[in-house]
Nanobody, 123 residues
Framework: QVRLVESGGGLVQPGGSLRLSCRAS????????MGWYRQAPGKGRELVAA???????KYGDSVKGRFTISRDNAENTVYLQMNSLKPEDTAVYYC?????????????????WGQGTLVTVSS
């Protein structure tokens, strides 16, 4: 069984900062990519940032220059440093991992998701 557990969400004032963390655990053999998506009320889920095993990073247009994604491969953990937060950043943030996991004698690729953590930017 594979689990992604997020932490670090909360309430912050506009212009403030938050740091999200997500740790993957379980019968993980390898992780190709980890990232963050978000879903605001009444909207679809969108990419915030992603980082692949080679270190390449991708950001959504609305967060470029404000958010930074990083990864600790030894701990299977991905971080999202969010600065200069705006009210429109308010959303549930979901961790995602593209990984290979062991199930008995077999290995399978999984697109795993966390439960989500709420970020609210408001004065």
């Amino acid at each position: 069984q594979v689990r992604l557990v997020e932490s670090g969400g909360g309430l912050v004032q506009p212009g403030g900062s938050l740091r999200l963390s997500c740790r993957a655990s379980g019968s993980i053999l390898s992780i190709n990519a980890m990232g963050w998506y978000r879903q605001a009320p009444g909207k679809g889920r969108e990419l915030v940032a992603a980082i692949i095993s080679g270190g390449s990073k991708k950001y959504g247009d609305s967060v470029k220059g404000r958010f930074t994604i990083s990864r600790d491969n030894a701990e299977n953990t991905v971080y999202l440093q969010m600065n200069s937060l705006k009210p429109e950043d308010t959303a549930v943030y979901y961790c995602n991992a593209d990984l290979m996991a062991a199930f008995g004698d077999y290995a399978e690729t999984l697109d795993a998701w966390g439960q989500g953590t709420l970020v609210t930017v408001s004065s």
